[in-house]
């Protein structure tokens, strides 16, 4: 069964902090993706990555960065945490092949203070 | 740009009921799925539609994919409790992105 685990259910952290939010998947997915989801704006893609060592800016990739070293590890980094910057964070992978569906992580619900 | 709306956006019934929700785009997507979100939980794969005119049925629920693949319908057959959730419908674009809806929240009443 796939799972994808992300590494804080909750985060409460000070703006200006450099936050790490982790995610491992154990499906073997080339694809990995980070999403911010806020009530009413759905999810947005904030950087995807297709490879080791490669990645895609997504839609709202202001402010975040991220760090695929290993296939099986997405990192994404807030360098200077912002209280914009409150939300739920949701990881997904897929397979390689186009179009298929993505399997999420549970979130973490991050708060800035 | 590329857009999905979905409608409606919150929806409370009671138990029995039969309910359907919208997913709509100006956009063709090569194939679309359907996700349900529990609260502190991450999105959860439903059902994919790849075919115009495609209908998948799932236990009391009933999935369409437009002819023109620009739009879908979910539609759930005497709601229960159990569906309460957000509904998500995401448009996948031939490549490695996949546009997502801002959800339909259902809240089914005992």
């Known amino acids: 069964d796939v799972k994808v685990t992300q590494s804080s259910r909750y985060l409460v952290k000070r703006t200006g902090e450099k936050v790490f939010l982790e995610c491992v998947q154990d499906?073997?997915?080339?694809?990995m993706f980070w999403y911010r989801q806020d009530p009413g704006l759905g999810l947005r893609l904030i950087y995807f990555s297709y490879d080791v060592k490669m990645k895609e800016k997504g839609d709202i990739p202001e402010g975040y960065s991220v760090s695929r070293e290993k296939k099986e590890r997405f990192s994404l980094i807030l360098e200077s945490a912002s209280t914009n910057q409150t939300s739920m964070y949701l990881c997904?992978?897929?397979?390689?092949?186009?179009?298929?569906?993505?399997?999420f992580g549970d979130g973490t619900r991050l708060s800035i203070l | 740009t590329q857009l999905l709306e979905q409608s409606p956006q919150f929806l409370s019934i009671q138990e029995g009921e039969n309910l359907t929700v919208y997913c709509n785009s100006s956009s063709v997507f090569s194939s679309l799925q359907w996700y349900r979100q529990e609260p502190g939980e991450g999105p959860v794969l439903l059902v994919t539609?790849?075919?115009?005119?495609e209908v998948k049925k799932l236990k009391r629920l009933t999935f369409q994919f437009g002819d023109a693949r620009k739009d879908s319908s979910l539609h759930i057959t005497a709601a229960q409790p159990g569906d309460t959730g957000l509904y998500l419908c995401a448009g996948a674009t031939g490549g490695f992105k996949t546009i997502f809806g801002a959800g339909t929240r259902l809240f089914v009443k005992a």
């Open positions: 539609v790849v075919t115009g005119g």
């Open positions: 997904a992978t897929s397979d390689i092949r186009v179009d298929q569906p993505q399997h």
């Open positions: 499906m073997d997915h080339e694809n």
